[in-house]
């Protein structure tokens, strides 16, 4: 009986302690090494600031572009998958969100998705999206239907490539077959 008694102490103490973990690993938050999920701006201004706020301050886009931008860029909404431990990601996003903001664009129709290295979500965001590398940045029509996506780096500058996206010029990014 002691016997029995001391394998169901064992056992309840083993599940509480994988109920504790498994809590622990859906309880991430924005600022966590390990978080995979939706993020706003607020997120980079607030746990991102020391990568976030010095790229998107020292970045100057062109204004003539800029003003080009502004025309066409509402008529599209933006998915962003990227990785907050990527250089390329700390590179791009505070661009990505200042040429946005310039544009006046309405950042509801932005989602940013932040990936783990083997680029996944924990709530599979990225199914069906192919998406192999980060940043990607990809733009949908207003149907949902994607139209282009820059892929990990712009081929001129990220200003330039989004305005031949949604401007309907040739575009390719540098995996695009």
Known sequence: MRKLIYLYSISLVMLIGFQAAAQQQTNEKPG?????????????????YSWFSPAYTAFKPSKATINKIAEHI???NIKVFMGTWCSDSQREIPHLYKILELANYDLENLEVYTM?????????????????????????????????????????TLETDILKIITGQDYKNVYAE
């Open 32 to 48: 966590d090494e390990t978080y995979t999920g939706i993020l706003h701006q607020e997120d980079f201004k607030n746990h991102y």
């Open 74 to 76: 509402n008529k599209y």
């Open 116 to 156: 783990d290295e083997y680029k996944t979500t924990a709530a599979n965001y990225e199914k069906g999206l192919n998406i192999q590398f980060v940043p990607s940045i990809l733009f949908f029509d207003k149907n949902g239907k994607e139209v282009n996506r820059i892929v990990e780096f712009p081929q001129e």
